[in-house]
């Protein structure tokens, strides 16, 4: 990956705030951020962001996207090894931050919006700092951060 390239006005590139808005970094991968979304409604629910401030899947290498594209895969790998969802969904948006990032949100069946797709912020569950620590914690010693 060539010099990375950063905007100081987008919560992924700036890790205090504006991130600790929405999110609580876990740490990083070689192409990618792992981040707790701070609304815990689905528990578990995570973002994987691409390290460079890109917009679009095609503004990177297939290289690059290939190796983003694996550690998703080992993202959710880990999710389900901790969290046990029965099914994690996929989402890529950005119409508001144009940062290439994914949310892994975890569904468990009979449970909030299973069925449904994801809400993208319900403002109903978030955790204490202890708690998004301890989980950051289980995903570090996981992923091997």
Known sequence: MTETVKDPNCGYC???EPLAQFGYLVGELPHS??????????????????????????????????????????????????YKPDKINYGAYGDGGS????????????????????AMNLDQKYLSDDEYEAMAEDLRQALAL
Do not use: C, N
């Open 14 to 16: 700036v890790q205090g």
């Open 33 to 82: 951020l792992v981040i707790i979304f701070k609304e815990q409604s689905h528990p578990g629910r995570l973002i994987v962001a691409y390290k460079e401030h890109v917009s679009e899947l095609v503004d990177i290498s297939d290289e690059e996207r290939d190796a983003y594209f694996a550690e998703i895969a080992q993202v959710a790998k880990v999710m389900h090894q901790l």
């Open 99 to 118: 940062h290439l990032h994914f949310h892994l949100v975890p569904k468990y069946e009979g449970e909030v919006e299973w069925g449904t797709p994801f």
